[in-house]
C-alpha cells in the first residue's frame, strides 16, 4: 500500500503541473523565445527589403523608363528601354527590351528577324552585355542588359543625364517616364 500511495501522489504532482497553462497568473508571463523569434524575423524580412530595393535601384537613385509600341510591315515591336541611375545623375545599369510580335499579314517570320539582329546581338556582347533571346512562333523578344562598368562607355558620346536622356528618347517618339 505503501507503494500504490507514492505513485499516487507522483501522479497528483504531475497533474498539478500539467494544469500550470489555466492558472491565470502563468499566463501573463511573457514568452521570451517568441519575441526574439518575432523580432528575429521581422530583422531577416527588413534586411531582404532592403537588399532588393538597392538591387532594383529604387534606393540610392532613380530609375528612367522609356517606352514604344509601334505598328509596321504586319508586326508590333513593343520596346522598353530602363535606365538606373545614382545619386549623382550617372547611369549604374540599362536594360533594353524589344518584343516584336509577328501578324499574319507579316513578311517576316521569327527566324528571318534573328538573322537580321544577329551582328547587332554580337555587337552587344562583345561590349560586355548580357542578351537573352525568346522566341515562340508568333513573337521574339530581346533583352538586353547592360552593367555597371559599360553602361557608360555606351554613353560616352553624350550627355547620360537623367533630364537629357528623356528628352533624346521622348523626340525618337517614346514615352517615359
Known amino acids: 500500500m505503501n507503494n500504490d500511495q507514492n505513485i499516487n501522489n507522483t ?10 497553462t489555466n492558472n491565470p497568473m502563468m499566463n501573463n508571463v511573457p514568452k521570451k523565445s517568441n519575441l526574439w523569434l518575432i523580432i528575429g524575423g521581422l530583422f531577416l524580412i527588413l534586411i531582404v527589403v532592403i ?44 536594360i533594353i527590351t524589344m518584343k516584336t510580335k509577328f501578324t499574319e499579314d507579316s513578311n517576316f517570320t521569327v527566324d528571318s528577324m534573328k538573322d537580321a539582329f544577329e551582328s547587332k ?18 513573337s521574339l523578344t530581346y533583352t538586353i542588359t547592360i552593367g555597371n562598368d559599360d553602361v557608360g562607355a555606351y554613353f560616352e558620346m553624350m550627355d547620360s543625364s537623367y533630364d537629357s536622356l528623356k528628352n533624346f528618347y521622348e523626340k525618337r517618339g517614346f514615352t517615359c517616364n
Do not use: Q, W
Request: charged share 25%; with cysteine.
Open 51 to 94: 537588399i532588393v530595393l538597392s538591387a532594383t535601384g529604387v534606393l540610392g537613385g532613380k530609375a528612367l523608363t522609356c517606352v514604344s509600341s509601334v505598328e509596321r510591315y504586319g508586326m508590333i515591336e513593343d520596346d522598353e528601354i530602363r535606365i538606373y541611375y545614382d545619386d549623382s545623375d550617372h547611369p549604374t545599369k540599362m
Open 11 to 20: 501522479n497528483n504532482v504531475n497533474v498539478v503541473f500539467n494544469n500550470t
Open 121 to 138: 546581338v554580337e555587337d552587344f556582347k562583345e561590349s560586355g552585355a548580357n542578351v537573352s533571346i525568346v522566341s515562340d512562333e508568333n
